[in-house]
Nanobody, 125 residues
């Protein structure tokens, strides 16, 4: 049984940074991708960033490009999302996801079979 556990969320001020972690257990991923999504109240879940397990290629949503950075520690089976210059509109529940998605579907919720429980990020002005 695959489990993804996020951590690192919290309450921060505008302009602060946070690093989210996503620890995967139950299997080692060698194909597909890991990704981060977020969902604010009343809004749909939106794609933020993804990293391909096999070659570490990354893809970012325009809204976070240059501020958020995805990375992976394969030895620890743990992924990270470094978030810089946080804004109030970044307030949301942040989810990590993993699965054998193809590159063309890497930004889609439907591309991932496994999801974490979410970690709350609140940016106060």
């Amino acid at each position: 049984q695959v489990q993804l556990v996020e951590s690192g969320g919290g309450l921060v001020q505008v302009g602060d940074s946070l690093r989210l972690s996503c620890e995967a257990s139950g299997r080692s991923f060698s194909s597909g991708a890991m990704a981060w999504f977020r969902q604010a109240p009343g809004k749909e879940r939106e794609f933020l960033a993804a990293l391909r397990w096999s070659n570490s290629n990354t893809k970012y949503a325009d809204i976070v490009k240059g501020r958020f950075f995805i990375s992976l520690n394969s030895a620890k089976n743990t992924g990270y999302l470094q978030m810089n210059s946080l804004k109030p509109e970044d307030t949301a529940l942040y989810y990590c996801a993993a699965g054998n998605t193809i590159w063309g579907n890497i930004g889609s919720v439907s591309g991932y079979s496994y999801w974490g429980q979410g970690t709350q990020v609140t940016v106060s002005s």
